[in-house]
C-alpha cells in the first residue's frame, strides 16, 4: 500500500474552511483514498473516501488531484467539535490488512 | 445509527494473566476487526473476521487470539498477558462490500503491570 505524508499538525478559526493536505505520490491506480479523524479518546470515524473523482458527503469534501499524488480534505465550516487527529490513508478496497493510520494531522480549531 | 460497544474503557491486568476484551455490534456487520493504537506506530491490525467461525490474521497476531461465535460478537484473547501489550484496543465493523467505511468502538485501554 502507497505511503502517506501529511503535517504534523494545523490551525484553523471556527467558521472558516479546513483544507487538510496529503501526499501519497507512490499510489496504485487500484487504491482508494480514506478519510479517517479521531477525537481525543474516542475511535476513529470514517470521513470520506474516493479513487479519483471529488467527492461530497454531509460531513467533507474530497479534492484529488488529477494525478492522484495527492489530496485534500475540506471542512468547509470548522467548528471547535471538530478538533481532532485526521488520518489520510491509501489502500486498495478489499485489502483489510494494512489499514495503516499513520501519524495524521492534528487539526486545532480556535475560536 | 450503528453502535460498537467494547466491554471495558480501562481495564488493569498482571503479567501472565488470561484477558477478555469483548466487542459487540448492533447493525449485523459481516467484517469485525480488532487493533491496537500506539504513539508513534499508528493503528495496527491484529485480527480480523468476514463471518461466523471464521478469522485472519492481521498485522500483529502473535500473542493474540480471537473468537467469533456470534455474528454480534468479537472476542480478543491475550491467552498470558505481558507489559509490551499494553495499548489502547480498538474493535471496528463494517458491511461486507463496504470495507472502507469502519464504524469504531470507543476503545479499551488495557495496562500490563
Known amino acids: 500500500d502507497a505511503k502517506t505524508t501529511q503535517p504534523p499538525s494545523m490551525d484553523c478559526a471556527e467558521g472558516r474552511a479546513a483544507n487538510l493536505p496529503c501526499n501519497h505520490s507512490t499510489i496504485s491506480g487500484n487504491e482508494y483514498v480514506y478519510w479517517y479523524r479521531q477525537i481525543h479518546s474516542q475511535g476513529p470515524q470514517y470521513i470520506i473516501h474516493g479513487l479519483k473523482n471529488n467527492e461530497t458527503n454531509e460531513m467533507a469534501s474530497l479534492i484529488i488531484t488529477e494525478d492522484r499524488k495527492s489530496s485534500t480534505l475540506i471542512l468547509p465550516h470548522a467548528t471547535l467539535r471538530d478538533t481532532a487527529v485526521y488520518y489520510c490513508i491509501v489502500r486498495a478496497q478489499h485489502n483489510f490488512n494494512k489499514f495503516y493510520f499513520g501519524s495524521g494531522t492534528k487539526l486545532n480549531v480556535k475560536p | 445509527d450503528v453502535k460498537v460497544t467494547q466491554s471495558s474503557r480501562y481495564l488493569v491486568k498482571r503479567t501472565g494473566e488470561k484477558v477478555f476484551l469483548e466487542c459487540v455490534q448492533d447493525?449485523?456487520?459481516?467484517?469485525m476487526f480488532w487493533y491496537r493504537q500506539d504513539p508513534g506506530l499508528g493503528l495496527r491490525l491484529i485480527y480480523f473476521s468476514y463471518d461466523v467461525k471464521m478469522k485472519e490474521k492481521g498485522d500483529i497476531p502473535e500473542g493474540y487470539s480471537v473468537s467469533r461465535e456470534k455474528k454480534e460478537r468479537f472476542s480478543l484473547i491475550l491467552e498470558s498477558a505481558s507489559t509490551n501489550q499494553t495499548s489502547m484496543y480498538l474493535c471496528a465493523s463494517t458491511i461486507a462490500g463496504t470495507p472502507y467505511e469502519q464504524y469504531f468502538g470507543p476503545g479499551t485501554r488495557l495496562t500490563v503491570t
Open positions: 447493525m449485523d456487520h459481516e467484517n
